[in-house]
């Protein structure tokens, strides 16, 4: 009976009966909205569009199609669908045919069970895309934890951990501060404001320092140890511990919303700085330009937000530990380096400023060799950590002096000043014997009775003896300096290293010991062969020293540049007579700049400094003899290194 009245039903008409059917129903408790020729059904989330089969060809459906076609909508069909019909709808599109709505039963499955096929869909594409942005969350940290593990600079690194949280939360603005002091007690620590960042704002800001209190919501993070989200600044309840100071904003036309505050906390569970990010944006992109767009595509931070901000903390806390461990490291490394120079200037302060300045002369050598693109050397590339390393040996490379003897290194004469105050209280013996030789022979002829003829003889005796110390006395005083000794006083020398003399116990001595006539008779400078030897040996001592020390993969090549700077080009240097193949480019520069700084030196005692073109010359003659690099010269010479270098090595 049912089935036939069905048929009589006239065409467009079984709409109606479906709704009515629909709204006696109480069991569906679905929302019914009809709209034209279908209506929508929605039960939750999830929405069904009912349409008579008779109605399509007036295409009641072309506001649904997209929601069809993306699943989050279903289609039930009232009537029996024509050949061909559902192939024309998107594919995989909720479809439930319905082709007698004759009793409320058999509706109520059809439409509840499309409902929940659409709810399904729905479930199943918010999970999808749950799953997907948390892929893409996870990612993300992971990219941004390697990228603050890496960055050691901590203006960078806190620029990067700013950059990054405004990031993954979407927020217009944030700054961040650093925790200051070393007092256990926050409330007497400071929070430094390091940088702020604002993508609708242009702003001059410079550092500050705050009290860690509870006025402020950063210090209120701080002594909290927990995130404070604020969904409107500007509506603090007046019972809040903290408060908001407006002039900021009064002052650069901003108008700051929604906030949340962070700490920063390290692996010792230790608050070390906070992050700060303000407005959270509907659209990321979007520039807050007028009160209106503030009103409009200002959000609080959500739950998400936070976790988000909160997991990134943790890993930026440890990351600025690390980076501030790092710089504290780096700084105690770099007190030792300068306090081994020191402790090496004071043993020898002939030389103050000297390894400063081969240090400051070897690194911009290197500088422009790095720039160089032709010639021998137009391949050769030398990073910070190269110049870093670089600047290292060459500050270090003679802290090997520390094991030469004090009086070697400061030898500014041929002879040590106490062996020349020996040799002049001899003389002054021999002198004062001659005088005493001749008055007693003088006492004799008066007892004798002999005329004062023989007595001037005696006076004229004494004064030529007296005249042959003094002259000898200035031979031995002019070989003491370190000049180069002419050849006719080798002789000399000698001769004097045979006079012999008596001294007070009767023993027959030599007016110069042996050791003194070596000494004097050194043809250039003013050390013997062994006290050379001693000296070089400082390189040894240099790379003995150095290699003991932890330096670490950036810097293990330090003691072999800093103990090869003595090596020469054609195998005669020293200590290892290496070959111009196995010596470091490092150590070829800083041969160049040890060299040039030995000559042109101004405070040096025992000479004076040489004109930088004379210096250079001698460079000149140390290539064509086979010990420094001509290339490395050539550059040196026509880059003017020597002057690019004194400016810097004047403002330390």
Known sequence: MAADASTAVEAGALLPIALRLLRADARLGAEIVVSGDVAEVRLGQALVVLVD?????????????AAV?????GIVLLGSPPVGLVEKLPP??????????????????????????????????????????????????????????????????????????????GADAGSIYVLEGNDPDDRRRTLRFK??????????????????????????????????????????????????????????????GSMICVPLINAEEEVIGVIQLINKKRQPERKLETLADFDEFVLPFDVRSEELLQTLAS?????????????????????????????????????SGHSLRVSVFSCKLAEVVDRVDHGLYAEARFTKRDIKELEYASLLHDFGKIGVREQVLVKA?????????????????????????????????????????????????????RAELEEAWIVIRDSNEPTVLKQGEFGRIAELGAITYTDVSGAVKTLLSPEEVVALQVTRGSLSSGELDEIRSHVSHTYNFLRRIPWGKSFDRVPIIAGSHHERLNGTGYPNRLSAEEIPLQSKIMS?????????????????????EKALDILGFEVKDGHVDAELVRIFREAEVFRIAEKDSLSY
């Open 53 to 65: 089969v008779a109605t399509l060809p007036r295409d009641p459906l072309g506001p649904y199609l």
């Open 69 to 73: 076609a993306n699943g989050s909508a």
């Open 92 to 169: 995989g599109a909720t479809i439930t045919v319905v082709e007698n709505p004759a009793t409320p039963e058999s509706l109520y499955v059809d439409v509840y069970g499309a409902l929940a096929r659409v709810d399904l869909w729905q479930r199943a594409e918010e999970k999808g895309r749950q799953l997907n942005r948390s892929r893409y969350e996870l990612n993300e940290l992971v990219t941004i934890a390697r990228a603050l593990t890496q960055e050691r600079d901590i203006d960078r690194l806190l620029t990067l951990i700013l950059e990054k949280s405004r990031f993954i939360t």
């Open 195 to 256: 940088l702020s960042q604002n993508d609708s704002c242009k702003f001059e800001s410079s550092e500050f320092t705050m009290p860690v209190s509870m006025r402020s919501i950063s210090g209120a993070a701080v002594l909290t140890r927990k995130p404070i989200s604020i969904a409107d600044v500007y509506e603090i309840p007046s019972d809040a511990p903290y408060g908001f100071d407006r002039s900021f904003d009064e002052k650069v036309g901003y108008r700051t």
């Open 315 to 351: 890993q930026a806390g440890i990351a600025l530990e690390n980076a501030m461990l790092y710089k504290e490291i780096q700084t105690i490394f770099e007190g030792f380096v300068r306090a081994s120079v020191q402790a090496i200037e004071q043993r020898d302060p002939t030389t």
């Open 413 to 465: 004469k041929k002879l040590y000043p106490h062996e020349l105050d020996a040799i002049r209280s001899r003389f002054d013996f021999v002198g004062k014997c001659a005088e005493v030789d001749v008055l007693a022979r003088k006492l004799e002829l008066v007892r004798m009775g002999s005329d004062g003829a023989a007595l001037l003889r005696l006076d004229d005796e004494l004064a030529h003896r």
């Open 592 to 612: 160049i700049a040890d060299i040039y700084d030995a000559l042109t030196a101004r405070d040096r005692p025992y000479k004076k400094a040489m004109p930088t």
